[in-house]
Structures are given as structure tokens and as C-alpha cells.
């Protein structure tokens, strides 16, 4: 396989790539301990787009894994988790973080965020801010489930260059998020650097 773009993402902020159906796209953790937010939305309609919500009715899962397909608000598959090498642990439940979530940890009204990350990068897409923010993947983020339904906020498991691979199975734009959360200790409290690579079949 063959890198045929890479976008470097910054501490705090956000990329996206637009891709074809059938080519594949790599999220990279590059330091390790890094929650990345993951939106996809369809290049041919600006009202559809990957739910979390209607991905777990149909993969009956929490969680998402190697082999299932992440479906759009149409209930459509939009994504095909191809490869993970990372320690397998992602997140489908927790809405991305905001400029309210801050104010409510008491931080700088302007303190970064991934929902205000994915609205600049769909702007710059060609496809347009939304005017809202899905529910995200958040892709290496570690919140445990326990039996009560009770959920926890973990640090991010992942080493320092782990990756995994996603496969487009319409033509879209993915936008990825290095989430500025450094209140709470999802990304260990410093946040830091992903990258995203288009590879070829
Ligand atoms: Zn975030």
C-alpha cells in the first residue's frame, strides 16, 4: 500500500481528508495517550453523515471493532473498520467535547474543542459547517462501561505511533479531531499530535 496524501493534525486542532470510495485511511496516534474525534460525511449529500447512534442498532455494540461497518443517519455504511493496531479500546458513547463542556470544567470561554475543530474543517472541506456536530468516534478513548451502566474516564491506552485502518465504502470526507481535553485525563492530561494517511489499495 502506498501513503497518497498525509495530513498532519496539531496538538488541539483538526484535518480532514476527502476520499473515494474503496481507498483506505489511517488514523495515527504519533506521541501515544491521543483520543481522536472521527466524523465522516457523505461528498454527494450535505445531510447525511456517520451516526454512532445508528451504527450501535446495527452493529449491537458499544463499542466498535475490527470487522464492523459504521453506518450513516440513513442507515447506510459509510466506513469499514479494516485494521487495528492499537490495543483495540474506542469510544461510541460521549458526545464530542465544546466550548459548553469547558465552560462547565470552568476553563477560558475559548478554550480549544473538537466540536469547534470538526465545524472549521467541514468549512474548509467544500462541504460546509453543518451548523451542529454529530456524535463522534472517538477513536483510542477508554470509557469503561461497569455493570451497573456506570461509565468512567480513563487515559488512552494507545503507544506512541499506533494506528488503524478504515476503508471508505462511499465517497466522503472524514475530518479527525486531536482532542484539546486536558481537564479530565483522556489524553494524560497533554494533549498531542495525530495524523491521517490516504493510502491506495
Ligand atoms: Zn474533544
Do not use: K
Not at 474543517?121 to 468516534?137: E, H, K, W, Y
Not at 472524514?174 to 486536558?182: E, R, W
Amino acid at each position: 500500500m502506498t501513503v497518497i496524501e498525509r495530513v498532519d493534525i496539531a496538538p488541539r486542532t483538526g484535518g480532514f481528508v476527502r476520499v473515494a470510495a474503496g481507498r483506505l485511511v489511517t488514523v495515527v496516534d504519533v506521541d501515544g495517550g491521543q483520543v481522536a474525534d472521527l466524523y465522516a460525511w457523505s461528498a454527494d449529500d450535505p445531510t447525511e453523515y456517520l451516526s454512532a447512534q445508528h451504527t450501535r442498532a446495527i452493529t449491537d455494540s458499544l463499542f466498535p471493532a475490527v470487522g464492523d461497518d459504521f453506518y450513516t443517519n440513513r442507515r447506510r455504511p459509510i466506513l469499514h473498520f479494516e485494521r487495528d493496531d492499537t490495543p483495540g479500546v474506542h469510544d461510541m458513547l460521549i458526545a464530542s467535547c465544546d466550548a459548553e463542556r469547558y465552560a462547565l470544567l470552568g476553563c477560558d470561554p475559548d478554550h480549544a474543542s473538537c466540536s469547534d475543530n470538526f465545524r472549521a474543517a467541514m468549512a474548509a472541506s467544500g462541504i460546509g459547517d453543518p451548523g451542529f456536530t454529530p456524535q463522534s468516534v472517538n477513536l483510542f478513548m477508554a470509557i469503561p462501561v461497569d455493570a451497573d451502566g456506570g461509565l468512567s474516564w480513563e487515559p488512552a491506552v494507545t503507544r506512541p505511533g499506533d494506528s488503524l485502518t478504515l476503508r471508505a465504502l462511499m465517497d466522503c470526507v472524514i475530518v479527525v479531531s486531536a482532542c484539546p481535553q486536558d481537564v479530565i485525563p483522556i489524553n494524560n492530561l497533554d494533549p498531542t499530535r495525530v495524523a491521517i494517511e490516504v493510502r491506495d489499495q
